[in-house]
């Protein structure tokens, strides 16, 4: 796994520190700009190129690789289903999620777009948050696992999708 470990960089998305949502988007926009940063190598010489963002939390993540990857396709995955893609091959996929805590969801949103016709010749996967077991768990799924931090001492952390939809805050404290 690709991974950066800093839990200074994290920690705003933790709500032990109750972060107002304003202030969440606006780090999440940060750790966006900094995974893409990470990712942009990889696929630099890729014409087609494919962007999952994972319903809801991804929302956060959406903007920055908008602005980087401006000819790349993008859609959103939730539960079963995607929004409409009019390519069905590309170079790479790049499922993206805030936190990846078993995978599941990962092999889940690829096997939704295999059964949907898309192919690619190499699906990674970009996060901001995941356990390092994680990695293992999905290595036959996935060609690379772009992290940005897996501290494994983080019991809980937000779900960040509350932030993408609404104005209310998470209590979820930080064992």
């Known amino acids: 796994m690709d991974s950066l470990f800093n839990l200074d960089m994290i920690r705003p998305l933790l709500i032990s520190e109750n972060r107002?949502?304003?202030?969440?988007?606006?780090?999440?926009?940060?750790l966006a700009a900094d995974l893409t940063e990470r990712i942009t190598p990889e696929i630099a010489n890729d014409r087609k190129v494919l962007?999952?963002?994972?319903?809801?939390?991804?929302?956060?993540?959406?903007?920055?690789f908008a602005e980087?990857?401006?000819s790349a396709s993008f859609t959103f995955a939730s539960?079963?289903?995607?929004?409409g893609l009019d390519c069905?091959?590309?170079?790479?996929?790049?499922?993206?999620?805030?936190v990846v805590e078993t995978g599941k969801t990962i092999m889940d949103v690829k096997k939704l777009?295999?059964?949907?016709?898309i192919s690619a010749k190499r699906w990674f996967c970009g996060c901001v948050f995941a356990k390092s077991s994680v990695k293992a768990k999905i290595t036959e799924y996935i060609d690379r696992f772009f992290c940005l931090a897996?501290?494994?001492?983080?019991?809980?952390?937000?779900d960040a999708?509350?932030?993408?939809?609404?104005?209310?805050?998470a209590q979820i404290t930080v064992e």
């Open 68 to 70: 980087k990857f401006d």
């Open 20 to 30: 107002t949502v304003s202030e969440v988007r606006r780090h999440s926009r940060k």
């Open 113 to 117: 777009l295999l059964d949907s016709g």
């Open 51 to 64: 962007f999952v963002f994972v319903m809801r939390g991804a929302m956060l993540l959406y903007l920055p």
């Open 79 to 83: 539960g079963g289903s995607y929004t």
């Open 88 to 98: 069905k091959d590309y170079d790479t996929v790049i499922i993206v999620d805030t």
């Open 161 to 169: 999708g509350k932030y993408a939809t609404c104005g209310d805050r």
């Open 150 to 158: 897996a501290p494994e001492e983080i019991k809980k952390y937000i």
